[in-house]
Structure formats: C-alpha cells, structure tokens
C-alpha cells in the first residue's frame, strides 16, 4: 500500500506558461504542415539582405545581357522582367500581409498572457503580504504573551524568594527567643 501525500502549493509543480497555451495555435502563422512551413518561411525571406542582394544580382544580369546583345529575349523596356516583378508582386504581398496579420495576432495574444500573468503574481503578491502581516501580527501577540508570562516568573521568583528568606529566617531564629 502507498500513501500518496496530498498536492500542496509546495509540491505542485507550477506551470508557467499556463496563461500562453491558450494562444499555442497562433505560434506557426500558416499552420503546421509542410505547405504553411514553406510559405512561411518564404513570407519572411523577402526582406533579408540575400534576398535583395539575389534580386538585384538577377536583375542586374538579366538587364545586361539584353543591353549587350549576348540574349535578346527581352529587350528594352523589359516587359518579360516587368511581367515577373508583377507575378512576384502578385505572391509576395498576399503572404508578406498575411505574415504580418499574423504576427499582429500572436503578438496580441502574448500580450494578454503577459497581462494575465502579472495580475496572477499581483495578486499572488497580495497574499503573501496579507499572510505576513498576519504572521507578524501573531508574533507580536506571541512576543507580548512571552514579555507578560516573564514578567509573572519575575514576579513570582521574587515572591518565592522573599518566602523563602522569610521562612530561612523563622528557622533560624533562636529557640531562646
């Protein structure tokens, strides 16, 4: 037979991020599977420098060798690289929005955990404040009751002392007398 000891606020384990998993469905802003990941991934790419260095390094070829007559498939004014800055456009702006969308909710989401959470350790904070006050107030109740009861030992060692001498004294006194 085993005893179990009760759950107490010392043996419970405290789950700290109890106020944010309320909000775990917002962490991936796309969703879970592979697709999402991807886009994603995708979504926040567009504003890394490799991606503007890449962008430009294309552009920059794609613009020479049409000037220089190495390829003529897109000659000036460039439409076919205008066409595929407008499908990029097309895709990137949906995703780059919905990203921040997104961003917007988990970051609002955070926002109301953390608030949850301070007002959980206010009030938490209250009640230990409130136990301590009541804890001291105890002490001084004990402390007054221990400086009471010294007092009446005192009192009452002097007494006995007194009798005692008084009682030495009658002993002793001469049975002439």
């Known amino acids: 037979m085993t005893t ?15 106020f944010h998993r309320p909000h775990a469905h ?4 796309f969703g879970n599977d592979t ?15 490799t991606f503007l260095g890449a962008q430009t390094l294309i552009v920059l070829l794609w613009v020479c060798l049409n000037v220089f007559g190495v390829t003529t498939f897109d000659v000036y004014p460039f439409i076919l690289l205008n066409l595929a800055f407008s499908l990029q456009s097309a895709y990137a702006a949906p995703l780059i929005l919905l ?17 949850q959470h301070r007002e959980a350790l206010a009030v938490a904070n209250t009640e230990r404040q409130a136990q301590a006050a009541k804890n001291t107030a ?14 009446m030992t005192k009192s009452l060692t002097e007494r006995i002392e007194s009798l005692t001498s008084e009682m030495h004294q009658h002993m002793n006194k001469n049975p002439r007398d």
């Open 35 to 49: 697709f999402a990941l991807r886009a994603e991934a995708f979504a926040r790419f567009f504003g890394t420098p």
């Open 26 to 29: 917002l962490n991936t802003t």
């Open 99 to 115: 990203a921040q969308t997104r961003q917007a909710a988990r970051d609002k989401a955070q926002s109301d955990a953390d608030a």
């Open 138 to 151: 105890q002490l001084l109740e004990l402390l007054e009751q221990n400086t009471r009861l010294t007092e």
């Open 4 to 18: 179990e000891k009760p759950a107490t606020p010392e043996t419970t384990p405290v789950d700290h991020l109890r």
